[in-house]
C-alpha cells in the first residue's frame, strides 16, 4: 500500500511536483519510457541524457567535476550491463545505428537481414529459419522451426546442416506438466551461457532407436502437443528439451528463448526446434558464411536484436497493478504502480491531482 512516507520520498528524489514521474521501486531498473535513475532521464527513444550544468559550480573546475561525474556513472552503465543478461538497455542503444540522427524503427531489420514479419510467415509454414544472437554473446546462428510444424524433411536438413545436437525450446510450464526435470540445478550449470538443459527425451510409442530424422520429429511433434502425457516419453532420448526463461529475449537473448518467441508469435504451439548451423568443416559458422547459407537455401535470415525490438513494439510488456491517493506537503498526487515482465519488481508513477491530470499512458497525459 502506498503511504505519505513513501510518497515523500519520492518525491525528494523526483525533485519537482507538476506533471508525472515513474521511478523505480525494486533494485533493478527499467530503462525506457518515463524512468529516471542515476542522474539520468531516459526518453522513448532510448536516447539518455544526465542533467549536468544546472548547478552553482561554473568555471574549469565545475566542468572537469561534472564531467568525472558523467563518466563515473556511465562506467557504472557498463558494469551493469556485463552483470546482466536483460536486453532492453543494449537494444535501445542500437537503435539508431542505421540511420544517423533519428531512431530506427522497432520493427525495421538491422542491414542486410530479414524483417520478423518475413520470419513469422516462413514459420507458419513450417519453413526453418536463420536466427543470429549477438556477436559479444555466442555470435552464432541456429537454425529454428515451431516443434508443431517440423517435418521428416525439415529435421533430415537441420541434421545435414548442424551439429546434429537437436533441442526443442520449450515453456517451463509444459516441462513441469510433462514432468521433464533441468538436466542439473541451476547452481551447478557451468555451460558457457547457462543455457537449461533439461533431462533428454524419446516418444515411448512409435518410434525405435530415437536417432533416425523420423524418430526424432515424432518425439518433437509430441512434446509441442499439450495434450502429452509424462507417460508418453521415455529418458534419456535423443531430443534436448531446452527450459525458456520466462519473459523469453526481452529478460534473456538466446537462442532458446527466441525459438519461443518466434512460435508465438507465429500463431504456433510455444516450442521451437533449434540447433546451430556449422560450416562443412565442422567450425561454426559466423555471419557472412550464415547470410550465404541462408540465399543459397531461400531462408529468412533474422537476428535476435532485432526480435526484441519487434515485442518492445507490438507485446504489452507494462501491466497497471493498482493506483490510489497519495496526500503530501506538496500536495495531493494520484499514485499509479506498474510491474513488467522483465522481473517482479514495481514501479510508482506520481501524477500531481490538478483536477485534470490523467494517469501515465492514458489519452491527454
Not at 130 to 153: A, F, H, K, P, S
Not at 214 to 237: Q, V
Not at 279 to 284: Q, V
Amino acid at each position: 500500500m502506498l503511504t505519505t512516507h513513501h510518497a515523500r520520498a519520492r518525491l525528494g528524489r523526483l525533485g519537482r511536483v507538476g506533471g508525472a514521474y515513474s521511478a523505480p521501486c525494486g533494485r533493478r531498473r527499467m530503462p525506457g519510457g518515463l524512468a529516471t535513475f542515476d542522474g539520468y532521464r531516459g526518453d522513448n527513444a532510448g536516447r539518455w541524457q544526465h542533467p549536468v550544468g544546472r548547478g552553482s559550480q561554473t568555471g574549469r573546475l565545475g566542468r572537469t567535476a561534472r564531467a568525472s561525474s558523467v563518466e563515473r556513472e556511465k562506467e557504472r552503465g557498463k558494469e551493469k550491463e556485463r552483470e546482466t543478461e536483460a536486453t532492453p538497455a543494449r537494444v535501445y542503444q542500437d537503435l539508431g545505428r542505421s540511420m544517423p540522427g533519428r531512431a530506427r524503427p522497432l520493427d525495421m531489420p538491422s542491414d542486410g537481414f530479414d524483417s520478423i514479419e518475413a520470419a513469422l510467415e516462413a514459420l507458419r509454414k513450417g519453413v526453418p529459419v536463420v536466427v543470429l544472437d549477438d556477436e559479444d554473446r555466442e555470435n552464432e546462428g541456429d537454425l529454428i522451426v515451431t516443434g508443431d510444424r517440423v517435418t521428416e524433411e525439415t529435421m533430415a536438413f537441420i541434421v545435414e546442416h548442424t551439429s546434429g545436437v537437436i533441442c526443442l525450446g520449450m515453456l517451463g510450464e509444459d516441462l513441469d506438466r510433462l514432468q521433464i526435470p533441468l538436466m542439473i540445478p541451476p547452481t551447478m550449470n557451468e555451460e558457457a551461457m547457462s543455457t537449461a538443459f533439461t533431462v533428454t527425451v524419446d516418444l515411448r510409442e512409435g518410434t525405435t532407436t530415437g536417432i533416425s530424422a523420423y524418430d526424432r520429429t515424432a518425439t518433437i511433434r509430441a512434446l509441442a502437443d499439450r495434450s502429452s502425457a509424462p507417460n508418453d516419453f521415455k529418458r534419456p532420448g535423443h531430443i534436448f528439451p531446452l527450459r525458456c526463461r520466462p519473459g523469453g529475449t526481452l529478460v534473456r537473448p538466446g537462442h532458446t528463448e527466441a525459438s519461443v518467441d518466434l512460435a508465438l508469435l507465429a500463431g504456433c504451439a510455444p516450442a521451437g526446434v533449434l540447433c546451430e548451423i556449422v560450416n562443412k568443416d565442422g567450425t561454426m559458422s559466423r555471419t557472412p558464411e550464415l547470410l550465404e547459407f541462408s540465399k543459397r537455401h531461400n531462408l529468412p535470415c533474422i537476428t535476435i536484436a532485432d526480435l526484441i525490438r519487434y515485442r518492445l513494439k507490438y507485446d504489452r510488456i507494462v501491466e497497471r497493478t493498482a493506483e490510489g491517493r497519495v496526500e503530501t506537503r506538496y500536495g495531493a498526487f494520484k499514485a499509479f504502480s506498474y510491474t513488467t515482465i522483465f522481473g517482479d519488481e514495481e514501479h510508482v508513477a506520481l501524477v500531481y491531482d490538478d483536477g485534470e491530470s490523467t494517469s501515465p499512458g492514458s489519452p491527454g497525459s
